[in-house]
């Protein structure tokens, strides 16, 4: 433990006052000092257990943005503990707490931000003896958590021009085993006897005179078919809704979504959706060569997914690539980025004409200008026009453009019905 | 707008950053107790030396700066009022609870922000305890007065009373080793 210098000036001031309250002889001098030295007595009396444990732990579970809650666990037999409970972003919170048992605080923090933060750093000090003894101070933390993007829950999404494989939730073009009518056909090779519509063929190919049955006919149906899809996210740049904070030297707010944020909700959103549908759904990421997520289906999928989106981040600035990721034949593309450069649009551009279906979600979030200097207007304006100017180009060469807002899933759904009614399904 | 009213014009200030939160039982803010202490020493001093500006001073200097070693400046700065002036039972008593009042206020906020919280638990605990303690000392204020009133004045107590600090204070600085 460690004498404090303001504990000790004060306790050896009463000694001095009673003593030179004696030697003048005035009784109300030598009780005038009496508050400090009980104060002091009383605490060495106590004989406080010294000593201090602490540790912070997440909440169990899943996390996700919004409210982000841990325990901080203080285990000291001091008469108080003073407690500084931060987290990078936040303004930090001072309590002075009761100490002589094991205390549980719950905290917690309002992060909009997703991926993998470290919050709740804990800097703590034991105080004894009326805060004439603390103990050295104790830093615990900051933990690492883990926040996933709240998937949005979305009611018809765009389907790939071409459906695959033989089995699935969707109907394809094909004549299969289904369960959509397509049509009545003659029964030839191939043909399943369950498929024979009797009536058809009592009604059309029955002999009256000779009471026999001339050609048989079979009900013919559609193929179901699984879609793949194959959700790009642009991870090359995270940028908040205040544009001031573009250029760099300044933080992010933790309690706004980046376009990074957006680009995982939005590639969260739909990959649910299609993975609930029974749908292959796969991942990649422009701005990390690193191996995608192949495209498959069920509840694993949705966790590697839901894992590799956690991982998405900015890392340096990487070479422009040549040629865009291969992706599987007939997927639908989603790509998910802010299009405030040409990498991302040019690859959707390339895609297209290699003929997959491309959705661009446009991931820039609501911007705030009041902050922005003079001169950076102009800049910003700019960036603008420029990038105006490409998600137009885009649009003209074929891909959908949905901006991820409150009304995305109005857009998708407009699209996916439009898509439905080209394809004549 | 002009250039030079562009380059005059002040950014709009940005929103505080989010807090942290912490969910205790209960607690004080800071702020509260210090504004209290405050009043209440304001309000003291009003009564026994009845001159306001000194009173307001003081008052405002333990609401504003809650300093560990304010109390030993107004511990200090009482004992030499209490000499100069000729012995009174209420001057005593009131200013012995106002610098109680100063002691708890640095003790629970001296080392805590004005936004910093006081636990409730831990207020009420030193609450009582200090209620304990004014109540002796209300007590040897009582008595001493009192023991001047009835006894003769006795020179040879004031060696022996300094003899027992010295031993007190050898006793205490042992504890302070063996704790440290």
């Known amino acids: 433990m460690i004498l404090t210098v303001g504990g000790l000036t004060t306790a050896l001031g009463g000694v001095l006052v009673l003593t030179f309250g004696i030697v ?60 500084r409970v931060s987290a990078h972003g936040y303004r930090a919170r001072v309590v002075l707490l009761a100490g002589g048992a094991r205390r549980r605080v719950p905290v917690s923090v309002l992060l909009a931000r997703t991926g993998v933060h470290r919050v709740f750093r804990l800097d703590s000090i034991a105080e004894s003896a009326g805060g004439l003894l603390v103990s050295p101070p104790l830093q615990t933390g900051p933990i690492s958590i883990a926040v996933h993007p709240v998937p949005r829950p979305l009611r018809t999404l765009p389907l790939p021009h071409r459906l695959t494989g033989l089995t699935g ?44 049955l001339g050609t048989l006919y079979a009900r ?99 070479s422009a690539r040549e040629r865009p990721p291969v992706l599987p034949t007939g997927a639908l593309v989603v790509v998910c980025s802010t299009f405030l450069d040409d990498e991302a649009a040019r690859m959707s551009r390339l895609w297209r ?29 700019l960036v603008m026009l420029q990038r105006r100017r490409r998600l137009r180009e885009l649009r003209g060469a074929g891909v959908a453009v949905v901006p991820w807002d409150s009304g995305a899933g109005t857009t998708l759904h407009a699209l996916a019905r439009s898509h439905r009614q080209r394809a004549g399904r | 707008m002009s250039v030079l009213d562009r380059l005059l014009r002040l950014p709009p200030r940005s929103r505080p950053r989010p807090a942290v ?55 200090l700065l009482g004992a030499a009022l209490l000499a100069q002036l000729p012995p009174e039972l209420m001057r005593a008593a009131v200013l012995t609870a106002v610098l109680h009042v100063v002691l708890l206020s640095v003790r629970l906020t001296s080392r805590l922000p004005a936004t910093g919280l006081v636990e409730t638990r831990l207020l009420r605990h030193a609450l009582a305890t200090a209620l304990v303690i004014q109540l002796v000392a209300q007590g040897a204020v009582l008595l001493g007065f009192a023991a001047v009133a009835v006894m ?16 007190a204070s050898l006793a205490a600085l042992r504890w302070w080793r063996r704790r440290a």
């Not at chain 1, 369960?179 to 090779?189: K, L, N, S, W």
């Not at chain 1, 559609?222 to 250029?247: K, L």
């Not at chain 1, 820039?364 to 102009?378: N, R």
């Open chain 1, 353 to 381: 004409a290699h003929g997959h279906e491309v959705i661009a979600i446009d991931t820039l979030p609501p911007l705030d200008l009041t902050q922005l200097e003079l001169g950076h207007d102009i800049a910003y304006r």
């Open chain 1, 24 to 83: 003048i002889g005035r009784p109300d001098v030598v009780a005038y000092s009496l508050p400090v030295l009980l104060t002091a007595a009383w605490a060495v009396l106590r004989r406080d257990r010294v000593g201090l444990q602490a540790r912070i732990r997440s909440r169990a579970g899943r996390t996700e943005a919004g409210e982000v809650r841990g325990v901080v666990e203080i285990d000291s037999g001091a008469e108080s503990v003073l407690a």
């Open chain 1, 220 to 318: 013919r149906t559609f193929a179901t078919a699984d879609a793949t899809v194959m959700i790009v996210v642009d991870s090359r740049d995270d940028v908040g809704p205040d544009v001031s904070t573009w250029a760099g030297g300044s933080e992010i707010r933790k309690d706004a979504a980046t376009s990074l944020d957006l680009a995982r909700q939005a590639a969260a959103s739909i990959a649910r959706h299609h993975l609930d549908g029974g749908d292959r759904v796969g991942l990649d990421d422009l701005g990390r060569r690193r191996r995608p997520v192949r495209p498959a289906a069920g509840r694993h999928q949705w966790q590697r997914i839901s894992q590799r989106l956690l991982r998405v981040a900015p890392e340096g600035w990487p």
């Open chain 2, 152 to 167: 003769p004045p006795m020179p040879w107590l004031a060696a022996l009373s300094v003899a027992a600090l010295f031993a």
């Open chain 2, 21 to 75: 939160r912490l969910e205790l039982e209960g607690a004080v803010p800071a702020w509260a107790v210090r504004v209290v202490s405050g009043v209440l020493v304001s309000a003291g001093l009003l009564v026994t030396i009845e001159q306001w500006p000194v009173a307001l001073l003081v008052g405002l200097t333990v609401a504003l700066l809650a300093h560990p070693g304010l109390a030993g400046v107004l511990l």
């Open chain 1, 169 to 212: 939730n969707h109907t394809s073009r094909r004549t299969g085993d289904g369960y959509e009518m397509r049509d009545v056909h003659e029964f030839g090779p191939g043909d399943r006897l369950k498929r024979i519509d009797w009536r058809v063929s009592a009604r059309r190919a029955l002999d009256t005179r000779t009471g026999r």
